[in-house]
């Protein structure tokens, strides 16, 4: 998937990756990549190497294990238990919608979060910054300004900034709001 082209929103940050519970863990670097169609990819890294990277589709899920050399592909929803597969779902919420997952996502204050298999123990401690958003947003059926702010990994104040006046006004279903855009990173 080429993340560059028009419709992502991009998070990169850090993370730390627990099997399970009470065993040390794996820190790296993670990118989240959410397209507004339903593709995302995951990268995690851990410098130099890749540790682990997942893609999803609207019908379609592989995920790579770089250093057992293993790869896993499927038709249809991503499995439940591959915690990388249901990263992007859960960043995006902003609350659970599926009572059938053992998946819970845990928001801590300063904008980090856990996410934790209920049943293993399998864990992601991570605080993302979003660096790319598309320009603007079409409200859907079933948005409300937390979800959609949870969904581009901003502040619901970040989306009021740049949507003028009440929320009546301007969150309507097929309305386009603006997204504030990432501040630049300078360059060295």
């Known amino acids: 998937m080429d993340v560059s082209e028009p419709g992502w929103t991009i998070r990169q940050g850090q993370a730390v990756w627990k099997a399970k519970p009470g065993v040390e863990g794996v820190?790296?670097?993670?990118?989240?990549?959410?397209?507004?169609?339903?593709?995302?990819?995951?990268?995690?890294?851990?410098?130099?190497?890749?540790?682990?990277?997942a893609q999803i589709d609207t019908n379609h899920w592989q995920i790579q294990y770089f250093a057992q050399k293993k790869n896993y592909s499927g038709?249809?929803?991503?499995?439940?238990?591959?915690?990388w597969l249901q990263l992007p779902e859960n960043l995006a919420?902003?609350?659970?919608t599926r009572r059938d997952t053992d998946w819970s996502i845990t928001r801590k204050r300063g904008g980090s979060w856990q996410l934790t298999n209920t049943v293993s123990g399998e864990s992601l401690d991570g605080f993302l910054a979003t660096t790319k958003l598309p320009p603007r947003h079409r409200v859907q059926p079933g948005d409300h300004v937390l979800k959609v702010a949870r969904r581009y990994g901003i502040t619901v104040e970040a989306l009021r900034a740049v949507n003028p006046g009440t929320d009546s006004t301007w969150f309507q279903i097929n309305a386009e709001i603006n997204?504030?855009?990432?501040?630049a990173t300078p360059q060295p």
């Open 179 to 183: 997204l504030p855009q990432p501040a």
């Open 75 to 83: 038709r249809g929803q991503a499995p439940d238990g591959m915690l």
């Open 27 to 53: 820190a790296g670097d993670l990118l989240v990549a959410m397209h507004w169609n339903g593709r995302n990819v995951v990268q995690f890294t851990k410098p130099p190497l890749p540790f682990v990277t």
């Open 93 to 96: 919420a902003s609350v659970s």
